[in-house]
């Protein structure tokens, strides 16, 4: 069973910036592409960033040019660096293994997430 720890989450003013890292247990971690999710209040979770075994990266539009996923399989981590928030980024976010090709979440163990204000 694999485990996640998410941290680095707090509360920042629009314009500013935050880095998210996720600590993942299990030896084969670096087989698996990863994503970071987000949910905020009253709205459905969705993928923010994701990242495949080899590097490739995807975002959707609304955080693309703004966040950067990456990772380190000799740490078992990624991490999310989010830069120039805005309010609407305001949300719990979580990571999680993800599958292809729709970065649907692998596991349903999910971690307790961190969360992210945004607001001045």
């Known amino acids: 069973q694999v485990q996640f720890v998410e941290s680095g989450g707090g509360l920042v003013q629009p314009g500013g910036s935050l880095r998210l890292s996720c600590a993942a247990s299990?030896?084969?971690?670096?087989?698996?592409?990863m994503a970071w999710y987000r949910q905020a209040p009253g709205k459905q979770r969705e993928l923010v960033a994701g990242i495949t075994s080899a590097g490739s990266t995807i975002y959707p539009d609304s955080v693309k040019g703004r966040f950067t996923i990456s990772r380190d399989n000799a740490k078992n981590t990624v991490y999310l660096q989010m830069n120039k928030l805005k309010p609407e980024d305001t949300a719990v976010y979580y990571c999680n293994a993800a599958g292809r090709p729709t970065w649907q979440h692998l596991f349903d163990s999910w971690g307790q997430g961190t969360q992210v204000t945004v607001s001045s």
């Open positions: 299990g030896s084969i971690f670096s087989i698996y592409a």
